[in-house]
């Protein structure tokens, strides 16, 4: 399965999750491949800085070319997560072609609800170029609330925001906390810090329900 993470918008959480992600993932047994599709290859640095043996692969690619290099770097990984770059629509475009599932990282902010209409297009003109040639690929999207403050309800005030989209959103929110930009420092996770600390719980549910609503659901 081959997930993406997209905002148009810079400072939504796309590096974080996308290796949240990919660790949780990893570290359930599953084989992991972690693309950075950012020029400031963020994802790259974290790999760099970590001290012990990488739990999944990095690499990087910046270019409009990642859909077509997929299919073979996929080969032999269960889930390929890309993390893609802000304000660049060729390389944004070629990850949502590549991708099983897009999801869009979204702060509760109204700014970020504004702002979210410039990849909801970005995904429908993806969706609509590849039907009219490859009508098995189905890309699936979901929005995914980050940074909720904990203890407060405004996490559901974005979602009825965001259901202006048309498109859903997980029910599971990642809220803020010190012990990610901790764990980012180090190379590492809170998962794999502390699976059982209010972080490493929350990331788990994610990636659960992520699984659970679009697993069975991707056609290939």
């Not at 810079?10 to 974080?16: A, F, L, M």
Request: proline fraction near 5%; hydrophobic fraction near 40%.
């Amino acid at each position: 399965m081959i997930i993406s993470l997209l905002n148009q918008k810079g400072g939504v959480g796309k590096t974080t999750l996308s290796i949240h992600i990919a660790s949780t993932l990893a570290l359930s047994g599953k084989r992991v491949l972690l693309i950075d599709g950012d020029v400031q290859g963020s994802a790259l640095d974290w790999a760099a800085s970590r001290k012990e043996d990488p739990i999944f692969n990095v690499v990087g690619i910046s270019k409009n070319t990642i859909h077509k290099e997929v299919p073979t770097l996929a080969k032999g990984y269960d889930y390929v997560i890309i993390d893609g770059p802000p304000r660049v629509y060729d390389v944004a475009k070629s990850a949502i072609a590549a991708s099983d599932l897009t999801l869009i990282p979204v702060q509760p902010s109204p700014y970020d609800v504004w702002a979210a209409k410039e990849v909801v297009d970005l995904i429908n003109e993806v969706r609509e170029t590849i039907n009219s040639y490859r009508s098995y690929k189905k890309i699936d999207s979901s929005f995914i609330v980050n940074r909720v403050i904990p203890n407060s309800v405004i996490g559901r005030d974005v979602e009825d925001a965001l259901s202006q989209y048309k498109f859903p959103t997980l029910k599971n929110y990642i809220h803020q906390r010190v012990a990610y930009a901790e764990t980012a420092a180090l190379g590492t996770s809170v998962v794999e810090q502390d699976p059982n600390s209010n972080a490493g719980k929350e990331i788990t549910n994610v990636v659960k329900e992520i699984i659970k609503t679009y697993s069975s659901t991707n056609k290939k």
